[in-house]
């Protein structure tokens, strides 16, 4: 299983090979999107506990129409947002969440992953990382804009 350490750990090495492969200019452009990434209050931004959810209806990885709607009848959904199968953070991080995803479904709780890519990238995505939950397209990410969790990289 992995592990928030063990995440850490894999990440941290991923930082390091890129570090020794890619041009200096480049990592001190990732340096600086990440300053800007955190001095983001994305919780300020987002939904609080306890706010209704803003509702949507997306297609998943096969293409079937999706609402949070019909997800909430069947229990509570956790929900997250991640930029795209090219980002090799985003797929450490739902290996991470697939790797707890008995946890979730102990409190009966589901999890849906959602991205701006098409249902075709979404399925890959979900098909190369051995994913056991939805995987929703949010092509014109007006979802995410909804949801205030929107962050622009340059």
């Known amino acids: 299983m992995t592990t928030l350490a063990s995440y850490e750990e894999q990440r941290d090495q991923m930082q390091a090979e890129m570090a020794e492969q890619a041009p200096s200019d480049l990592l001190v452009g990732f340096a600086a999107a990440a300053e800007r990434?955190?001095?983001v209050d994305f919780a300020a931004r987002a939904p609080k506990v306890g706010?209704?959810?803003p509702e949507f209806t997306l297609a998943d990885q096969r293409g079937e129409q999706v609402s949070l709607a019909e997800l909430r009848r069947e229990g509570p959904v956790v929900l997250i947002f991640y930029r795209g199968e090219w980002c090799p953070y985003c797929n450490l991080q739902l290996r991470t969440?697939?790797?707890h995803?008995?946890?979730l479904a102990e409190r009966g709780a589901q999890l849906v992953a959602i991205s701006p890519q098409t249902p075709d990238h979404s399925l890959s995505m979900a098909e190369k990382n051995e994913l056991g939950f939805q995987v929703l397209s949010d092509v014109g990410a007006n979802?995410?804009?909804r949801y205030g969790l929107r962050f622009e990289v340059d």
């Open 37 to 39: 990434l955190d001095a």
């Open 51 to 53: 706010e209704r959810a």
């Open 97 to 99: 969440f697939q790797a």
């Open 101 to 103: 995803l008995g946890q």
């Open 143 to 145: 979802v995410i804009d």
